[in-house]
């Protein structure tokens, strides 16, 4: 680095209490309590016991005890290396987790007695017998419970994601669910069920990774509690809790990913869980989509992994087959033109009804493994005639090469006559590319030419889409906002003597219609 060069800022993440998510809707919130069971079982056959970290500080802090959730074993087999002399019961919700406890290494069943049991609904006792476990009642009848803090990174991260069920609690990206519990709350659980704290803090530690240049903060709480005793407490008669100042070290996560010397550090998910692409498509399934005309057999990951997957585009969302049937139910909008679509995803449905009466038509998406996808639902879609009038390539709204290479498609490369986005607005940060690309791709010698976006309304409110839209030179011609028009415009023509919204009648779908 030359004298004076001043080395770049990494990006610092953390949880902000003032944020808010999305909460996710009542029948998912049912059905992830229903299934939660089923998801852990899922986790453990994709992950095994490779996924959490061995938990080495409990050897240090906690002694003898009984431990509730035990996963695949990363606490228990450090801890009976430690202590040969102590007996275990295991116990955890998935039946999956507990098979591979017993099929550990270290496994003996005069050492560890694993079993699987809800014990929200199930009762101990039916796997432990009465007066034969000392290590619940070790010193006076203390809980040890160590979990995720509030303002932990994954907190952040899956509540601007939108998978928040309710304060603190959260879907995570593989329909397994996390809490994120504050002092007092956790205190107050205890209290009422006649436990005081003995003690209690939060453990704060800074991750870097340096091949992401990223600075993420970790928290979580660890705690102490003895029924019927009187607790830790400070000169006001107040529970001491505090913060240890001392665990605010640094852990370097280097683009290797090496293994952490500090046994200290509780990651529980990597970084290619936490950043990276999904692979969920062992699950997806063929969806039959028909539209006037058009008859097609999709293949894709369907809606119940809509909170659990990092790709939204392996999925088709409500936008796209509306759009998909305007357009078939009114062939002129884009008869004879060059089409291009934005984010279309694994699905393509809009793209292959245009492509039946378009010029032609470039279908576009920035993730590899949507592409791979859309390609694979094209070609067992369509005859080679109008299998060769579609294009498809990667575009990454605001990349250069990726804006150049499209371009370029446009016959002369002066750009397209109609570009058409379904469910692309959702993101806050994705709207200024957006405008952005489709200003770049759209003809500059087409006075008709125009973008068309359809969408629900998520994250991004109407006025932040029209003002981003208007400062890239766009001017708003037509709207069609939940299904309501405000004039005889050309939107509302679409639905003359068709029953498309009606068909659509629980979603409520907008429509922009923009020019240059």
């Known amino acids: 680095m030359a004298a004076g060069e001043q080395q770049p800022q990494q990006q610092q993440i953390s949880a902000s209490s003032t944020s808010s998510g999305r909460l996710v809707t009542p029948f998912w919130k049912e059905k992830y309590e229903r299934d939660a069971r089923r998801y852990w079982d899922i986790f453990y056959k994709r992950h095994e016991d490779r996924f959490f970290k061995d938990r080495h500080y409990l050897d240090k802090e906690w002694g003898k005890y009984f431990e509730v959730?035990?996963?695949?074993?990363?606490?228990?087999?450090?801890?009976i290396s430690t202590y040969p002399d102590i007996f275990v019961h295991a116990c955890d919700f998935s039946p999956r987790a507990v098979d591979l406890v017993k099929k550990h290494k270290d496994y003996r069943p005069d050492r560890v007695n694993?079993?699987?049991?809800?014990?929200?609904?199930?009762?101990?006792?039916?796997?432990v017998q009465p007066s034969s476990v000392d290590v619940v009642t070790m010193n006076g009848g203390r809980v040890l419970f160590r979990d995720y803090a509030f303002g932990d990174l994954a907190q952040e991260r899956l509540m601007s994601k939108g998978q928040q069920i309710s304060e603190n609690f959260y879907v995570r990206g593989d329909g397994t669910r996390a809490y994120y519990f504050s002092n007092e709350y956790l205190m107050d659980l205890f209290s009422t069920c006649g436990f005081t704290v003995e003690e209690i803090c939060v453990h704060n530690k800074q991750v870097e990774n340096r091949s992401l240049d990223l600075v993420m903060n970790r928290n979580w709480i660890q705690?102490?509690?003895?029924?019927?005793?009187?607790?830790?407490?400070?000169?006001?008669?107040?529970h001491d809790s505090h913060t240890c100042e001392d665990e605010k070290d640094k852990l370097t996560a280097n683009a290797s990913?090496?293994?952490?010397?500090?046994?200290?550090?509780?990651l529980s998910e990597d970084f290619n869980n936490m950043f990276g692409t999904s692979h969920n498509l062992d699950e997806a399934q063929v969806l039959r989509i028909k539209a006037k005309g058009h008859d097609f057999e999709i293949k894709m990951l369907t809606k119940e992994h809509q909170h659990t997957c990092k790709l939204t585009g392996l999925m088709l969302?409500?936008?796209?087959?509306?759009?998909c049937s305007v357009l078939a139910e009114n062939p002129s909008i884009l008869a004879g033109k060059r089409v291009l679509e934005l984010g279309c995803g694994s699905a393509g449905i809009c793209s292959m009804v245009a492509a039946t009466v378009a010029q032609f038509v470039v279908a576009t998406d920035g993730d590899a493994e949507s592409l791979d996808l859309l390609r694979e639902n094209t070609a067992s879609n369509l005859e080679p005639d109008l299998l060769k009038k579609i294009l498809i390539r990667k575009l990454f709204w605001g990349d250069k090469d990726d804006l150049k290479a499209v371009r370029e498609l446009s016959s002369d490369g002066t750009g397209f006559d109609c570009i058409i986005g379904t469910d692309v607005t959702y993101n806050p940060d994705a709207i200024f590319p957006l405008f952005k690309t489709a200003r770049e791709l759209i003809s500059n010698k087409d006075s008709d030419a125009a973008l068309i976006l359809c969408?629900?309304?998520?994250?991004?409110?109407?006025?932040s889409i029209l003002s981003t839209a208007m400062a890239?030179?766009?001017r708003l011609v037509d709207k069609w906002i939940n299904g309501i028009h405000e004039s005889n415009g050309i939107i509302s023509s679409w639905f003359c003597g068709n029953d498309v919204c009606s068909s659509f009648r629980n979603a409520t779908l907008s429509i922009l219609y923009f020019q240059v």
């Open 223 to 238: 705690a102490t509690f003895i029924l019927g005793s009187a607790g830790l407490q400070g000169p006001n008669g107040q």
């Open 257 to 266: 990913q090496e293994k952490s010397t500090s046994e200290e550090i509780d």
């Open 69 to 79: 959730g035990c996963g695949a074993g990363n606490t228990i087999f450090p801890l």
């Open 472 to 474: 890239q030179g766009f």
């Open 317 to 323: 969302w409500e936008s796209a087959q509306f759009m």
């Open 455 to 463: 969408y629900i309304q998520r994250r991004v409110d109407e006025d």
């Open 114 to 127: 694993a079993f699987a049991c809800d014990i929200t609904s199930e009762q101990l006792t039916e796997n």
